[in-house]
């Protein structure tokens, strides 16, 4: 599960030097879609039992914490691109 969780960190940090608006919606924005999806993947564990619940409850997790970490290097990248 680790390196799940290190692939999408790094896609979602590559990615992110090409998302610059100059403010915080783009950040908020990716941010949002991760979650979005780590909503689905909670819901679906609630649907479901033992190894399976867990395994979809950490995938929601993962995709909280590279939402999170998308969202910061949105915004050293917008701090980057206007010189600060």
């Known amino acids: ?6 692939l999408i960190i ?3 940090l590559s990615l992110a030097g090409c998302w610059t ?6 950040a908020e924005n990716v941010q949002a879609e991760f979650d979005n999806t780590a909503s689905q993947y ?3 564990a609630k649907n ?9 409850e950490d995938t929601a997790e993962v995709y909280r914490e ?7 290097a949105v915004d050293k990248t917008d701090l980057q691109a206007n010189g600060q």
């Open 1 to 6: 599960m680790q390196i799940g969780r290190f």
């Open 10 to 12: 790094a896609a979602c």
């Open 21 to 26: 608006e100059g403010d915080d919606q783009t």
């Open 42 to 44: 909670d819901q679906a």
């Open 48 to 56: 479901a039992s033992g190894p399976e619940e867990e395994r979809l």
């Open 66 to 72: 590279a939402g999170e970490a998308a969202a910061e």
